[in-house]
């Protein structure tokens, strides 16, 4: 097993309409308005995010996003992710219901040294320390869609 692999998968319920969520989340630079642990966004240029991120954990990740694919009529965001973690991220988002179902994977290996030399120790807390981003990015969703 390689310690320093993840692959990450979060489903949101959402009570508005799938064009609504896809609007909020094609917007990485408008992350840090709504999700408490996004803590910085630049953007180099339209395809490019340079994200700082943190969670209940006391560090900070880097991140360079580039879009790879940008599909609203499937209601997919995918970019290549590189920078204290390497690999992919998805979103897709579909009518469910009356609203929507976001649903997230990410697939990383994790490049930080410290976090590297802790990979087997640490790795129940990456995951959980994952899980509370998510739950948080969730909630601030929530509140903002509910607000515009």
């Known amino acids: ?9 979060a489903l949101w319920s959402l009570p508005a309409a799938p064009a609504d969520v896809f609007a909020v989340l094609e917007r990485p630079e408008d992350y840090p308005r709504w999700w408490p642990q996004v803590r910085s966004v630049s953007r180099p ?30 209601g997919v965001l995918e970019a290549a992710v590189s920078g204290d973690i390497e690999g992919w991220a998805r979103w897709t988002v579909t009518p469910a219901g009356p609203g929507t179902l976001a649903r997230y994977e990410q697939v990383v290996d994790v490049t930080k040294p410290l976090l590297r030399r802790l990979a087997v120790p640490a790795r129940p807390l990456l ?22």
Not at 1 to 9: A, E, K, L, Q, S
């Open 127 to 148: 995951r959980a320390n994952h899980a509370l981003m998510m739950a948080g990015g969730r909630r601030g969703l929530l509140r903002h869609l509910r607000a515009v």
């Open 1 to 9: 097993m390689d310690w320093n692999h993840y692959r990450f998968r």
């Open 45 to 74: 240029d339209a395809a490019t995010g340079v994200l700082t991120i943190r969670s209940l954990l006391p560090y900070d990740l880097t991140l360079t996003v580039r879009e790879t694919r940008h599909d609203p009529a499937a």
